[in-house]
Structure formats: C-alpha cells, structure tokens
C-alpha cells in the first residue's frame, strides 16, 4: 500500500529510468510526492528509501537540505512573501506584514483552520514585478497591500 | 504578471520570440526554430566550437567564462558518457531573466543543448530548472515532448542517424544549486554541496562523465550564433564581449523590466532612460550591478560604467547575472547590508567554516547593529569578518556573501556610523530601538 497515487508511483518508475542511478529524481520525486500527500510523511519517505534504495536516513538527509520540502503539514495555500533585495525595495516586507495581519499567522505557521499558511522566503525570480509573493505555485506580482487582499480572498473562496 | 516591457536601444536577439507565442512549436518553427541545429548538424564539432568561440559569449550566469573555451575543455576521446546540463536555478537576487527565456521561448534552450551536445560529442542533456518555476518546468515538459514527437530529439534527430536525448529535471529550493557542482550533487538526487576543483565538469562532471554546464540565457543564444554567424554577434559588443545580454532592472526604478541590450551599454543610460530614472523625486544613491553577490557601486561609479565584462574584470570588480537593482537616497545601507547577509546565511550549505560561520556571524552582528546594539568597533569588525570569508571558502558563495558587505562598508561608513550610539536608523522613522550597545558584545 504506497502513500502516492499508482498514477504518480508509474510516473517516477518512468522518470527514474532516465537516469544511471536509482537515487538520482529523488528531490523532484519529493517535491511531488508532496505536491500530491500535502506533506512528506514518515509513509512517503519509507516508499521513496525503497523505491531510491536508501535509507530512510539517507532521505530525511536530502529533505532537510531543500527549502520547499516540508515533514509537517503546510496549509492548503502557502504563502511565500519575498523580501530579498529587489521586493524589499518595493515593499515586500510590508506586504508580509500586511499578510500577518490579515491571516493571524507569523513565519512558518499554519490558521486554524488550515487553509493558509505563510513563509517569508527568498528571491522568486520576480524581481523586475516586484514586490511578489507566491500562493503554492502561482506568482502574483506587482503587489500593494490592496491587491495582496485580493488575492488572500481568491483563495479564500475557492475552499468556499 | 511577468509582464513585458520594450525600449528603442534594444537590440532583440535572445528575446527577439517574446511574446511570440514560441513556446507552442508550430510556432516556433515559423519563426525560424530549428534551423539553427540543421545547419550544424552539417558542420563539424571543431567548427562549432570555433563559431561559439569567435563570438564571444561569456556565460550569463553570473561568472561570464568564454562558452566556447567551456566547450573545448571536454575531452575528444573518453569512454565516460558525457553531458549537457543546463543550469535553470536562477535564484540570484536581482535576476529574473531566465525566466521569461523558459516561458517565452523554451525550444531556442532545447536546441543550444542539442547543438552543444553536438559540439562536445554529449548524446543526454538535462534542463534543471528551480523548484519554484513549477509553470516553467510544465512549459519546458511540453516543449520536449513536442520536440521528440517531430523527431527532433530521440534516436535519429532529423533524420540525421545522431542520437540525443533531453530531459527535464527540478529543484526543490536552494540557492547554493545554482552553483554549478552542487547543482550536479542536487541532479544526481543529493544534497546540494559543492565539489572540490579541479577536476571541472568538463572533464569529471555528472556521474564523472564529461559535463558542459551553461546558463539557459547561455544556451538561447547560441542557435543565433549559428545561424547568424559568430563574428556578427561578436560586433553587438565590444571585443571580447559579444553580443546582447538581457538585464534586469529592479528597485527603485521608474520602468522596471526585462530588456536586451547590447554588451558595453552604459548604465546611466541604462538607470534614466531605459529605467526612466527614480521615481518619487529622488536621487540615485547606490546600484547592485548584476545580482546581489557583486560589488554594490555608489551613483558616481554607477554613471560611469559599461556594461560588460572586461569593464568590470579591469577593476576587480564582477558584470553578474544581469540582475541590477537600484537603490535611492532614501535607502539605509545598513538594512540593505543585514538583508543582503541574511539571504547568505540562510542559503549557506553550511559545508565550509568560513562560510558558514561568517555569515552567520554577520547576520547576528548587523542585526544588533541595525537594531541600535551598535558599537565603533563593529564597523571594522564587520569588514574583517566578511575579509576573512573571501577567497577562503569551499564554493563562490562565501565570496558571494563577503563582496557586496566589503563594498557598503567602504562606501558607505557614514551610515553606518549613524547607527551608533543607541539611535534608531535615520533613514526609518518609525524605527524603535530593540538593543543597547554592550561593551564587549560579539
């Protein structure tokens, strides 16, 4: 009984073969692992020591290395604020602020009710349409304060 | 959203398919895709090598080695397999380049790594593109699956007999993988330390194969090389430093945006006219020319400068990833420095002593010195710190980390000596002081 998808499971069996060694899509089997579970839990890390043979050691070892990877639940949004250089400049850290406030959350927490979480991260590559943040995958740019709410409600709606 | 922007002094060459609809390879092929690879597929592997190298392409990474000269390292006769990886980590801060080459034209990638495959005697290549970009790694995935399906990549390339195989891989967040040997230890499915050199990648890279590793600016351009002919792309720029090269302008910037330029272009005219100068009615104060890990230049340096690699080389200084930030008059430097440190830090890989423990040792001293906890004799101590990590460490971050705090420390000591004494930055006025000095503080 594997904790992803046999749909998922096929895809990295795929993948794998591309590469001289079994270990090689290990971080990007993580990444969608998680995509998929919500979180790298102790099940997803047992499949992929087996599917990658390592160890299970070996494993937590490569995901505490890697920023994006989690071993506890984030929200079903995660807010990623930047506030490295270029989105400092244009207001990123107020932009933080303002997603604090609005969600009741600080750095790395999770609301209640878990549907968003928040994390100040580093540069997104949206430097020239600062300041910006990202929802999960998905780039908004060009923030003030009043688009940040929109986009919060956006998601907020979506859950309904 | 990554929307994009034009000016008359551009010169569009890697970005000359943006907001072409190329991505989609019907597209492309209508606008010229794939006839560069045809055209050296007909040409011998020393004869590419010499078109890249006659050009004059540096990297556009950030390190701006000759490509050509990269390419000719790889060893003609070996029975290890070798590679092309293309290095799709862009995380440089300041720099967001790369991104919409991915977006707007990901085949012009696909086909520089075929062509460098068929440069260096490479039948694999790997597109490594950052965890974040995850719309940018589905773009690239379709792209390559269009591209087998016409036979571009597989077993017989157009009809040719050759063999190339290209596949997509993806990170899952990590500035230090943008490094070029920790990028290999993060593809091989490892934590994203770096690896000693020598030997380089291009005698001991992937799996201890051979491996040319590039920039996807890097690559998107060679097919214009082909195809236009070295010398041609040599002459956008001055000798040695060919081409165009797409910078980023952020910060404080009326016009900020991607935008092609030529090698050499100045930046003054780089700041006020492309950029539209600073808004709000303020002055230039600094600049970050390319990327937070170069030497940050005062407005005087900054309007005296071209913009290219030599330029710099001749004073020690670093062209970077293109990534050129503006600050105005109304920047703390001090905040700027504890920022730019703080991303070192976090980003530190944590293999090596000076880099890991200098930087962490910066960001706690800026802090308290941004937070009031100042002391004169942390001024000094901040330059010898970061003095002690250059040249020292295991990879380019730990110099990456030293140089710009080396720079706002020279330039920039009077703001730093306004922070002394328990007062709060002059530059933030609702700053509250949250320490004291304490003699005898680290």
Redesign the interface.
Known sequence: MIPVSDKLDQFFTEKMKEYPTRRSFLVPMLLYSQDEVGYLSDEVIAYLAKKTDLTELEVRNVISYYSLLHTKPMGKYHIQVCTNISCMLRGGEEILEHCKKRLGIGHKQTTADGTFSLEEVECIGACSWAPALQVNYDFHENLTPEKTDKVLEQYRTKTG | ???L?SHPDEIKIVSSRFGKGAADIEQYLKLDGYKAVQKALTMTPDNIINEVKTSNLRGRGGAGFPTGMKWSFVPKDTAK?KYILVNGD???????K??PILEHDPHAVIEGVIIAGLAVGAKIGFVYI??????LVDIMRKALADAYAKGFLGKNIFGSGKQF?C?W???????EVGEESALME???????VPRIRPPFPAVVGL?GGPTVINNVETLASVPHIILMGGQKFADFGPPKNGGTRLF?????INK???YELPLGYPLKKMIYDVGGGIPNGRKLKAV?PGG?STFVLTAEEAEQMNMDFDSFGKRGEFLGSG?V???DDQ?CMVK?AL??MK?YQ??S?GWCIPCREGTDWLKKTLTRFHNGGGLRKDIDNIKYLAQGILGRSFCPLGDAAAIPTISIVDKWRDEFEMHLGGRPCPFDPAAKITELPVVGAH
């Open positions: 959203m990554a929307d922007t397999a862009e995380s440089e801060p300041g720099t967001c790369d991104r950052r965890g974040e970009y995850r719309y195989d596949y891989h993806t990170g899952a967040g990590a500035y993060s593809l091989e499915g490892k934590r994203g799996w980023c302008l952020s910060g404080h900020p945006g991607v970050v937070s990534g930030v503006i600050l920047t700027f920022r730019v991303f976090h980003e890989c």
